[in-house]
């Protein structure tokens, strides 16, 4: 998203721990899942990481408030989506980190420390048996 002047403006959105969960929500696998059901909500194009989401858009309200439904337990669970600031492009370290997160996943490379292989093209290195 650009402002009138041209920059790329993201909204940064947390409330407490990324999104507030009531009751928390220590599963990260489940706040996720719990986010994407929210899907009519916050659009396709979103980048969340566990804690902090990222949205192109504005939400109707701020705060925002939705009930989810764990799977696991069928639990109710109430999530708090909170403003917190717009990003711009020189602010983004940590957006773009997810997104390439997510691209490398979806190439199937696997990370070992800080890189990212492919585990179906190894290279042979005879020198180092």
Known sequence: MQSPSGEWLWDRVRGGDGCSHSPMVENKNHRFGMVADQRELLGRARAFDGGTLFLPKKLAENPTVVNATRKTDGASITITFTLVAKVQYIQCFQLFNVIFRRV???LELV???????????PIAMPQHK
């Open 104 to 106: 490398m996943r979806a």
């Open 111 to 121: 990370q070992v420390g800080r890189n990212y292989y492919d585990p179906r093209s």
